[in-house]
């Protein structure tokens, strides 16, 4: 009978912890203020456990996540990106707050900068062509 009892507790326990989990799953977007103005990011996120994978669409183009987790209501990704022969590697870290996601985003040794992305799809414009 406790045994019967103690399981049943356990997997109350367990269900509510899933329960508290953001679903990150899906698209997101941000417009996120940047050296050339603001830009339109969008995030198309998946989620296998505490595993993090998707795409992350600028007007740069697309990229893929990696290093991503979700702990609970946190994420956290890395984007790497490679602009005239120069490597370069972005964090993000957020939390979850319902249809939102409160983001500090960190470039090298540039000061972190925060933004919002907002659960929704639209896509960011394409990068003008140069002028000449």
Do not use: C
Not at 46 to 67: A, N
Request: proline share 5%.
């Amino acid at each position: 009978m406790m045994r019967k009892f103690g399981l049943a507790v356990l997997f109350l326990a367990l269900g509510s912890v899933a329960a508290l989990a953001a679903d990150f799953n899906g698209k997101w977007t941000a417009e996120v203020q940047g050296r050339m103005g603001t830009q339109t990011i969008a995030f198309d996120f998946h989620v296998d456990g505490s595993t993090l994978t998707g795409k992350i669409t600028t007007p740069r183009g697309e990229s893929d996540i990696t290093d991503g987790k979700v702990d609970g209501d946190n994420i956290s990704f890395t984007q790497k990106l490679s602009f005239n022969g120069n490597d370069i590697t972005i964090n993000y870290a957020g939390k979850a707050d319902g249809d939102t996601i409160k983001f500090t985003r960190t470039v090298g040794d540039r000061p972190p900068a925060e933004f919002v992305a907002k659960r929704g799809d639209a896509a960011p414009a394409p990068a003008a062509a140069p002028q000449q």
